[in-house]
């Protein structure tokens, strides 16, 4: 028996799409020109927003429907985040952060096949509606990532649809001064236990710019606060750690002279003191072993770029270092080294152990510089070594 085509869901939905195509395309092609008043062009500038901001409501529901059917490695990754990046042409983290979002404001389905209601349902109408954009949403998100878990379920579904109503008429700025005054109202002594700081701590950096520099951000708890007071107190001092002075102190005070010397702001004798620190701390040895390695800095370079003293490096954690630093930091360490030939081929590597050794590991850093499968971007310390064909060719495969 053949079915009806127009009764097809997926005919249902491209039909719809080509729609969406066609409108848009009659849009740009005859532009808005007919509209000659301001009245008219502000009117249909809102209707343009309220599009606009309906769209990521339907990807809610899209992104949560691959999320309970996901079959790791069918469409190359294994996680959904990876392959949405991709596909859209979008950063890892914005893709994170879509997932992250479609979990809560799409309807969710249970193991049973039941459909529930989002887990903020008044925010996702809203957004449906085109009445909220994404801004709106992140500020009511980040209220309740603020508020204390221990608030009950009543207050807290009490509290989303205040928000969310108000979110309707009012900008972002105005709905976080909103936001602010609720929580206020429900967590006036400001209370918050070992639970609500354990869920908000986080410490992220990003990726180096063309400078070679990386911005990050974090939120600390109190005990790690704590450990970093400690540790500023002494080595962020002026006239100590200072890579700039060659007479700077580490452990012993400071001299006068040295410390009249330091140009650096506080916040660049931060820096110094940490990186002084975690030199420090791999020096010992004390750190065990990753993957089969002691805890140290692999970095691979050419002989050229060595004996010149220029170029860069890349570690096994896809970080470019200068030259410069890494002569520095070789002054610290234990070298080791690995001799390709002209093909790029490994001139030794031995073959006694299933398990890849500490040795073969490091040529794999070397070699491959990361994962071999096609479109990986993992770095190799967040690799396994394993045979592509069996006994045949030791090589770096990302831990999926």
């Known amino acids: 028996m053949l079915s009806n085509p127009a009764s097809d869901p997926a005919t249902v939905v491209d039909a719809a799409f080509d729609a969406i195509d066609t409108a848009l395309k009659t849009l740009r092609d005859n532009g808005f020109d007919t509209l000659t008043t301001a009245r008219e062009r502000i009117t ?42 991709d596909q859209l042409h979008i950063t890892p983290t914005d893709a994170r952060h879509r997932v992250r979002t479609a979990e809560q404001l799409a309807p969710r389905i249970t193991l049973t096949g039941e459909q529930l209601d989002p887990i903020y349902p008044a925010i996702a109408d809203a957004q449906a509606d085109g009445a909220i954009s994404d801004a709106h949403v992140q500020i009511i998100r980040e209220f309740f990532n603020q508020l204390p878990h ?12 205040t928000l969310a109503h108000q979110a309707r008429t009012l900008r972002p700025d105005q709905l976080r001064k909103v936001s602010e005054r609720l929580l206020a109202y429900l967590n006036p002594d400001g209370h918050f236990d ?33 450990y970093l007071e400690t540790i500023l107190a002494k080595y962020a001092r002026r006239g100590v750690c200072n890579p700039d002075d060659t007479e700077s102190a580490v452990d012993a005070d400071p001299t006068e002279t040295a410390a009249a010397r330091d140009r650096r702001n506080p916040g660049q004798r931060n ?15 004390n750190l065990g072993q990753h993957r089969g390695l002691p805890v140290t800095v692999v970095a691979s ?11 860069t490096a890349t570690t096994a954690g896809d970080t470019v270092l200068p030259m410069r630093d890494i002569l520095k930091m070789a002054r610290h360490a234990y070298h080791y080294l690995t001799i390709f030939d002209d093909d790029g081929r490994p ?54």
């Open 44 to 85: 249909a500038l809102d209707r343009l927003e309220t599009f606009a901001r309906t769209v990521p409501s339907l990807g809610h529901t899209l992104i949560a429907a691959l999320a309970t059917d996901w079959i790791p490695g069918e469409l190359g990754d294994n996680r959904l985040a990876d392959t949405l990046a």
């Open 194 to 226: 070992d639970a609500d700081r354990a869920r908000k701590r986080s410490f992220m950096f990003g990726k180096q710019g063309p400078d070679l520099m990386t911005k990050g951000e974090f939120v600390i708890d109190p005990e790690l606060r704590a």
């Open 301 to 311: 370079m050419t002989v050229k770029e060595l004996t010149d003293a220029t170029g």
């Open 271 to 285: 820096h110094d003191a940490l990186k002084a620190v975690l030199r420090a701390t791999l020096a010992t040895g």
């Open 150 to 161: 221990d608030i009950d379920l009543d207050t807290r579904e009490h509290a989303e649809r």
């Open 347 to 400: 001139i030794y590597l031995g073959r006694s152990t299933r398990i890849a050794t500490g040795n073969q590991r490091i040529v794999c850093y070397a070699k491959d510089r990361g994962c071999t499968f096609p479109g990986c971007w993992r770095p190799a310390n967040l690799c396994q070594c394993h045979h592509v064909r069996h006994e045949a060719l030791l090589s770096i495969s990302e831990v999926k």
